[in-house]
């Protein structure tokens, strides 16, 4: 079976320094990924790669059995769901809930304002309902509560039912109760066999989600560990990807870290 991601020896470089270095990682039909890594790790640059946004300088990047730099990415980008904080401030403040939506299948073929099928609208409703925001439909995005505004881009980056979901931190700036809403949410979906192969950025392990099944730990561009996540995600790993000397506790299915003293 081919492999839904493939890179092999990818590295990005920008004004002479390396965001990415030699990057490997395959990701197989139905995983569901975690990247951890601190700030300025090169995460939300590889998740650009895996989003046909961004080309390595060198190396190999395969999406979706398509070599990246051999495939038209019009045609790529549709199969991908993305949800970014970049492609949230492109979201205008006055569109209406239900339009931000439905019209993510329209947007990403570069499409305006046409007329919906009511097909799209009946699929825009059940994944608002799947997110608890089918309430919101009538509201502006501007008037959302931020953990609104990120559980309705969950539903947009998957109106276009992507073989590839790609999520860059979620969870950023939600407050306890937004986080938690977020992290069922994701969970429910992670734990869903329908549900598309997934990858997820985070720098906060508690935002874990449940039926997260790999991990790939980078810091300084690097890759620092991946696999299978109970054997990836270890005390060790950790500390060596954040540079502190951190503990690890995995209950009731979800991660915490702390530094040890
Ligand atoms: N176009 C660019 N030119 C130079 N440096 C960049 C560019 N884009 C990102 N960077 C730098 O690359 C590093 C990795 O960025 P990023 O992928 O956003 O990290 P993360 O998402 O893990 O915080 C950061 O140090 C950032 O400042
Ligand atoms: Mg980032």
């Not at 990924?33 to 046909?52: D, F, H, S, Y």
């Not at 299978?228 to 870290?257: N, S």
Request: charged content about 25%; aromatic content about 4%.
């Amino acid at each position: 079976m081919a492999a839904v991601v493939e890179l092999a020896g990818v590295s990005i470089v920008r004004g002479g320094k390396h965001l990415l270095r030699d990057v490997d990682w395959r990701i197989d039909e139905g995983e569901r990924w975690v990247v951890i890594g601190p700030n300025g790790a090169g995460k939300t640059t590889l998740l650009q790669i895996l989003a046909a946004q961004v080309h390595p300088t060198s190396g190999l990047a395969a999406l979706l059995g398509e070599l990246l730099g051999a495939v038209d990415v019009f045609e790529l980008r549709p199969r991908i769901g993305v949800s970014s904080a970049a492609l949230a401030d492109r979201i205008p403040r006055g569109e209406s809930v239900g339009d931000v939506v439905v019209s993510a299948a329209y947007a990403t073929v570069g499409r305006w304002r046409e007329a919906y099928d009511p097909v799209d609208y009946l699929r825009a409703a059940a994944l608002m309902r799947q997110f608890g925001v089918e309430h919101l439909g009538r509201r502006t995005f501007g008037t959302l509560s931020e953990g609104e505004r990120k559980r309705v881009q969950l539903a947009r980056a998957l109106m276009t039912d992507p073989e590839l979901l790609l999520l860059d931190e979620p969870g950023a700036g939600l407050d306890l109760a937004g986080r938690e809403r977020l992290v069922t949410a994701l969970g429910d979906l992670c734990s869903d066999e329908e549900a598309p192969t997934t990858v997820l950025v985070t720098h906060h392990i508690e935002e874990i989600p449940a039926g997260i099944t790999h991990a790939l730990m980078l810091a300084d561009g690097m890759v620092t560990a991946a696999g299978p996540i109970h054997e990836t995600l270890t005390d060790e790993a950790l500390t060596r990807t954040f540079g502190l000397d951190l503990a690890l506790e995995f209950t009731a299915g979800r991660w915490a870290a702390r530094a040890r003293r």
